[in-house]
């Protein structure tokens, strides 16, 4: 009897906790970043490296490693390499990261919301941008979230370095 009172007073008091606890999922991004010589374009690292998902029952926090601002950085500078010219800079701050799933879509679905805020400067004359990715999947398989947050952080990533790219390359030269 007193087993049984034990295990019904531990699920009222989970029960009263909401019953959920958040989950940190650590996540390798190392094959996301390759080297590249374009010292002239720096991401500032963000503010909040976690990168949570929203929309579930039970809070889920991913943990990138390296984060997302030193793979969007790698990923820019692979990217835009080409389009260097003398006297070209490119600084990007403010950088932001959120998965959110969507249960209710049929298929259900995930998606990354990635954004920053980049400042060109050629030569004397300057420009600034916020540039944004919203890259979605089908959900992943077995709540897999460190697999779709490489995808779509990959995706997002090449999706703001083409409209990065497209400016600089607008830029007088």
């Given at each position: 009897?007193?087993?049984?009172?034990?295990?019904?007073g531990?699920?009222?008091?989970?029960?009263?906790?909401?019953?959920?606890?958040?989950?940190?999922?650590?996540?390798?991004l190392?094959?996301l970043?390759?080297?590249s010589?374009?010292?002239?374009?720096?991401?500032?690292?963000?503010?909040?490296?976690?990168?949570?998902?929203?929309?579930?029952?039970?809070?889920?926090?991913l943990?990138?490693?390296?984060?997302?601002?030193?793979?969007?950085?790698a990923?820019l500078?692979?990217?835009?390499?080409?389009?260097?010219?003398?006297?070209l800079?490119?600084?990007?701050?403010?950088v932001?990261?959120?998965?959110?799933?969507?249960?209710?879509?049929?298929?259900?679905?995930?998606?990354?919301?990635?954004?920053a805020?980049?400042?060109?400067?050629?030569?004397?004359l300057?420009?600034?941008?916020?540039?944004?990715?919203?890259?979605?999947?089908?959900a992943?398989?077995h709540?897999?979230?460190?697999?779709?947050?490489?995808?779509?952080?990959a995706?997002?990533a090449?999706?703001?370095?083409?409209q990065?790219?497209?400016d600089?390359d607008a830029?007088?030269?």
């Amino acid at each position: 009897m007193k087993k049984f009172a034990w295990v019904v007073g531990s699920a009222l008091l989970l029960a009263a906790c909401g019953g959920s606890q958040e989950t940190r999922v650590p996540v390798a991004l190392g094959s996301l970043v390759a080297p590249s010589s374009a010292p002239w374009l720096q991401v500032d690292p963000q503010d909040e490296p976690d990168v949570p998902v929203r929309g579930l029952d039970d809070a889920v926090t991913l943990t990138p490693t390296p984060s997302v601002s030193d793979v969007l950085q790698a990923r820019l500078r692979h990217a835009l390499e080409p389009s260097y010219f003398t006297d070209l800079v490119v600084h990007c701050e403010q950088v932001s990261a959120e998965m959110r799933m969507d249960t209710e879509a049929t298929p259900a679905s995930i998606t990354l919301e990635l954004g920053a805020h980049c400042t060109i400067n050629a030569r004397g004359l300057g420009s600034n941008a916020t540039y944004h990715a919203s890259p979605s999947m089908p959900a992943p398989a077995h709540a897999d979230y460190a697999k779709a947050l490489a995808s779509l952080l990959a995706t997002g990533a090449d999706d703001i370095a083409r409209q990065l790219r497209t400016d600089v390359d607008a830029t007088a030269h």
